[in-house]
């Protein structure tokens, strides 16, 4: 079974700060994709890394796929009360002999951002 | 679009009781899933389908059966509640592999079991 531990599990920050999610294994996969989910809805995919190393921007989030492919973090620039939500993140495994893809996900951060 | 739809949105159970969740894509994905979100435990794979016709259990498969309808359609079936299965449901559907692969979820179903 392949884990993937997320750090921190909470975080309450002001408006403004900046903060950084962790995302970390002890196995490679083949990709690396963050969610957002909101109360009462179903996560919705905000990027998705593939090269180890690769750094990506969205707007204010910066997520980066480690080298060994085994790690992730989500950067937060000037956080908004808007950013407020579950992040979660998922690695990804091919196999082939269902022929499927499938996400192992992580437990969350829950962030709250206060005006 | 309507993606990915979920229903019910909310049901309280018995135990002993069964009940079918019923899941529906409209993007032509060949691949669905089911998966329960607990409190502190992130979202766990119950069963999944690569595509029209195959099953497969995930990581928490015991007290669930499935059908792949049809391309379009995936239900998950508790035949006899029990209150460990209280919890938030996701079907999701997904396309791509690797890079360009996503997962589309529904709104989930709230379970209760009492």
């Known amino acids: 079974t392949q884990l993937l531990e997320q750090s921190p599990q909470f975080l309450s920050i002001q408006e403004g700060e900046n903060l950084t999610v962790y995302c970390n294994s002890s196995s490679v996969f083949s990709s690396l994709q963050w969610y957002r989910q909101e109360p009462g809805e179903g996560p919705v995919l905000l990027v998705t890394?593939?090269?180890?190393?690769e750094v990506k921007k969205l707007k204010r989030l910066t997520f980066q796929f480690g080298d060994a492919r085994k790690d992730s973090s989500l950067h937060i620039t000037a956080a908004q009360p808007g950013d407020t939500g579950l992040y979660l993140c998922?690695?990804?495994?091919?196999?082939?002999?269902?022929?499927?893809?499938?996400?192992?996900f992580g437990k969350g951060t829950k962030l709250s951002v206060i005006p | 679009n309507a993606g990915v739809t979920q229903t019910p949105k909310f049901q309280v159970l018995k135990t002993g009781q069964s009940m079918t969740l019923q899941c529906a894509q409209d993007?032509?994905?060949?691949?669905m899933y089911w998966y329960r979100q607990d409190p502190g435990m992130g979202l766990r794979l119950i069963y999944y389908?690569?595509?029209?016709?195959?099953?497969d259990k995930g990581e928490v498969p015991n007290g669930y059966n499935v059908s792949r309808l049809n391309k379009r359609e995936f239900s998950l079936r508790l035949e006899s509640a029990a209150p460990s299965q209280t919890s938030v449901y996701f079907c999701?559907?997904?396309?791509?592999?690797?890079?360009?692969?996503?997962?589309?979820f529904g709104p989930g179903t709230r379970l209760t079991v009492t």
């Open positions: 389908s690569a595509s029209e016709g195959t099953t």
């Open positions: 993007m032509n994905h060949n691949s």
């Open positions: 890394v593939v090269t180890g190393g």
């Open positions: 998922a690695g990804g495994v091919a196999y082939s002999g269902a022929g499927s893809y499938q996400l192992t």
């Open positions: 999701a559907s997904a396309t791509g592999t690797s890079a360009s692969y996503e997962q589309y």
